[in-house]
């Protein structure tokens, strides 16, 4: 449940499914986004769990499909929560790019952008049976979801 270290090719592949967008989004941010108001304590959680959630995701090997039997459906139920994320982002960037375009629930989910990642990472440790990225999700999802819920109320 620790991790066996070691570089993992599914964790690169999901950062990269999460940050390639959000350097597209900070390049144009929606018309009307602020974020000077955030929430100091949601922010620093965000923070810190970005970067536990990196190191987790690479330094464990544990996420790379070793055999196909019946645990690996964790593994497909968390891929499937980052390919909605995905989705998310072509739904944005195919919208006018307002903030209420950047907080509309996807399938009944509120704040996709902010809950999709979160599972999948959390999805993905209990699959890799790595404690540590299980974790790391929750101190990342305190923060990312508590600011993404603070400024969807805001726009």
Same mark, same amino acid.
């Given at each position: 449940?620790?991790?066996?270290?070691?570089?993992?090719?599914v964790?690169?592949?999901?950062?990269?499914?999460?940050?390639?967008?959000?350097?597209?989004w900070?390049?144009?941010?929606? #018309?009307?986004?602020?974020?000077?108001?955030?929430?100091?304590i949601?922010? #620093?959680f965000?923070?810190?769990?970005?970067?536990l959630?990196?190191? #987790?995701l690479?330094?464990?090997s *544990?996420?790379?499909?070793?055999?196909?039997?019946?645990?690996?459906?964790?593994?497909?139920?968390?891929? #499937?929560?980052?390919?909605?994320?995905?989705?998310?982002?072509?739904?944005?960037?195919?919208?006018?790019?307002?903030?209420? *375009?950047?907080?509309?629930?996807?399938?009944?989910?509120?704040?996709?952008?902010?809950?999709?990642?979160?599972?999948?990472?959390l999805?993905?440790?209990?699959?890799?049976k790595?404690?540590?990225?299980?974790?790391?999700? $929750?101190?990342?999802? $305190?923060?990312? $979801?508590? $600011?993404?819920?603070?400024?969807?109320?805001q726009?």
């Amino acid at each position: 449940m620790l991790g066996h270290f070691g570089f993992s090719y599914v964790g690169l592949i999901y950062l990269l499914m999460l940050i390639v967008p959000n350097i597209i989004w900070a390049l144009s941010k929606p #018309a009307g986004f602020v974020s000077a108001n955030e929430n100091k304590i949601f922010l #620093a959680f965000e923070r810190i769990g970005q970067v536990l959630c990196t190191v #987790a995701l690479l330094v464990f090997s *544990d996420y790379n499909p070793k055999e196909i039997n019946a645990w690996i459906t964790w593994l497909i139920v968390s891929f #499937a929560f980052m390919v909605l994320y995905e989705i998310f982002w072509v739904r944005y960037f195919r919208s006018s790019r307002t903030v209420a *375009d950047f907080y509309k629930s996807l399938l009944c989910i509120p704040v996709p952008g902010a809950v999709l990642p979160v599972i999948a990472f959390l999805l993905l440790g209990v699959y890799g049976k790595v404690i540590w990225l299980v974790i790391s999700s $929750i101190v990342f999802g $305190i923060g990312h $979801i508590g $600011i993404h819920i603070n400024n969807s109320k805001q726009k």
